[in-house]
């Protein structure tokens, strides 16, 4: 098939345009292999190629800027498709707009809007439909009031000629809102703009600002003009909302046992769906029992990156109903830590891990032929295996710090997969680990799809460092600068800095297998959350690190940074000092 592409674009001096999509002659989708475009004007760079497009249903394309001595810029979104069953015709011209990542209105489709605040709207597909048609026009409109839809209206008869009540209706199909026209007898400039239209009163209640469009190509009976006209221009009201921010252990409800727990989020549910929030974003919920002391209720210090916090399980939830014996002989204590004050961490702990024991030996019969537990099992044994080994070694050498341990101190894939094995004796006390991560997730996954059902996002939290004894650096510490700390520079709230003690990233090692780490990460995040916080997102792109024999962040120094060259002193009238300005000056 023969494709010409086309895209609006007014470039600088050293720049230039490519293309990639998921086919050969568009380089596969591969950013390095991406195709130069021609410049035509000032506003318009193009490319026609002839692409075997016999072993795909779907076109997928996108554009790149390149400039001289800086990065590739790739246009935002990934929803430029092209349905070839649905184009008998032997040529393809596309004319694009390009979708830069900074427009605001791109977060209407994100994960929260599609899947939750925008789940429900569904735009009328009563647009006309043109079998034989030389021109479709696809504009992106993310939200809309209740019976309103887009329409399309010009120059001409098929576009109505102007008239209000003659305007096109668009239909949408996924991010897109398009009508198919023929225009194939018309040889004059045609113009256009996209409106608001009333289905119920029949009304078109505005057009979209700014100055017509003006419809670029020249009809032909042997060829399609498909149009990306980006985002109508429409002053309409935006999505408004707002949320609140809590941790989960502050959730306490009588059902709980001493600390909130997952199974309390259906309870915030219902209060922020009452009060007209839309949105509740909680702390970090991930395992940081290091010690099994209160020292481990710090949320930011987890001792593994994916794990989830063991003490925000339901027991009663776990125990089912022929085990609730195991949860009703509890019932004495569940009062007593429900009536503190304040939560008893080592408390909770302490008798939520043991009763788990208890219902895991209980059921351990049953997992085998759960299917849903071996999925669970399959999907995360990457972290889930080591992280259970781990919890194994730390109660048997009584310490979380692994280079003390006196067997496995350093990770290695073969020894772990053999401490592991279901025929090792001390296999329940590794299993119990990946019972206790199931159930969690679970109860987390139950919370958020009653969240989700009541119209309200969940946020989550990603910590922006790693505890300096958790499985992910015991795993791969060749990802981290172990022998440094970060921290936060001082400032009129720590004029010593902060030392959080928690290594810093070695990013030119993640970068060697492009990150996987983190794309594990942010997919785990994303089997719960419809957004998160990252925190410090600072950190990405320079952080404050402290020599690991400093205590106070004073002591630090942003890396990377850029470097003040001697001859700036002299030029602001500057004595320069080594020992003043080179090393530690209390």
Request: proline share 3%; aromatic share 14%; glycine share 4%.
């Amino acid at each position: 098939m023969l494709v010409h592409f086309y895209i609006r674009y007014s470039t600088k001096p050293e720049q230039s345009l490519h293309i990639t999509g998921n086919v050969v002659e568009l380089g596969s989708n591969s950013i390095i292999n991406a195709i130069e475009l021609n410049y035509v004007n000032a506003d318009f760079w193009d490319v026609k190629l002839e692409l075997n497009t016999y072993k795909i249903d779907i076109l997928q394309y996108k554009y790149i800027l390149k400039e001289t001595g800086l990065d590739d810029v790739v246009e935002y979104g990934d929803d430029r498709c092209i349905d070839l069953n649905k184009y008998n015709q032997r040529a393809l011209t596309t004319i694009d707009t390009w979708q830069t990542e900074a427009d605001y209105r791109n977060n209407f489709y994100t994960k929260a809007f599609e899947q939750v605040f925008l789940k429900n709207y569904t735009q009328p597909t009563n647009g006309k439909k043109e079998k034989s048609f030389t021109y479709e026009f696809r504009v992106k409109m993310p939200i809309l009031q209740p019976n309103q839809v887009l329409c399309i209206a010009g120059s001409v008869k098929e576009l109505g000629n102007w008239q209000n009540k003659k305007a096109l209706l668009l239909t949408q199909i996924g991010n897109w809102h398009s009508t198919k026209i023929n225009l194939t007898k018309y040889n004059e400039t045609i113009t256009y703009k996209y409106g608001i239209y009333n289905i119920k009163t029949k009304q078109l209640v505005q057009y979209e600002t700014g100055d017509n469009r003006i419809l670029v190509g020249e009809p032909s009976k042997k060829s399609v003009f498909i149009i990306h006209d980006g985002y109508a221009n429409m002053a309409t009201t935006n999505f408004k909302g707002a949320g609140v921010a809590i941790p989960v252990f502050s959730l306490r409800s009588k059902n709980s046992f001493g600390v909130g727990e997952f199974a309390d989020l259906k309870l915030l549910v219902d209060w922020t769906k009452k009060t007209g929030l839309k949105l509740i974003q909680l702390l970090p919920i991930n395992d940081t029992i290091a010690t099994h002391t209160w020292k481990d209720s710090y949320p930011y210090a987890a001792i593994s990156a994916f794990a989830l916090h063991p003490m925000y399980v339901s027991l009663q939830q776990v125990a089912f109903n022929e085990n609730q014996s195991i949860v009703t002989a509890l019932k004495k204590k569940q009062q007593q830590l429900n009536e503190l004050a304040i939560v008893d961490y080592e408390q909770v702990i302490k008798f939520k891990l043991l009763a788990l024991k208890e219902l895991y030996l209980l059921q351990k019969s049953t997992l085998n032929d759960n299917i849903n537990y071996h999925t669970f099992f399959e999907v995360n044994k990457h972290w889930l295996v080591p992280y259970a080994a781990f919890c194994y070694l730390r109660d048997k050498h009584k310490t979380i710090e692994f280079k003390t341990w006196r067997s496995n101190s350093t990770y290695n894939k073969s020894a772990i997969q053999r401490l592991t094995s279901a025929t090792q004796k001390h296999y329940d006390e590794i299993a119990v680990h990946y019972f206790t991560q199931y159930q969690l997730h679970l109860q987390l996954i139950d919370a958020t799809v009653y969240a989700h059902k009541n119209g309200i996002v969940i946020k989550g939290d990603l910590p922006i460092g790693i505890y300096r004894n958790s499985v992910d650096a015991w795993m791969e510490p060749e990802l981290y600068n172990i022998d440094e700390q970060a921290g936060a520079p001082p400032d009129d709230f720590a004029v010593k800095g902060q030392n959080w003690g928690f290594p810093t990233y070695n990013w030119k090692k993640m970068a060697e297998d492009k990150y996987t780490w983190w794309r594990k990460r942010f997919q785990k995040m994303s089997t719960y959350f419809d957004a998160f916080r990252i925190d410090h997102i600072l950190g990405f792109f320079r952080i404050w690190s402290i020599p690991l024999n400093a205590v106070e962040g004073i002591l630090g120094k942003f890396k990377p940074a850029l470097p003040i060259q001697l001859n700036e002193f002299a030029e602001n009238n500057i004595m320069f000092n080594y020992d003043r300005f080179c090393t530690p000056f209390i």
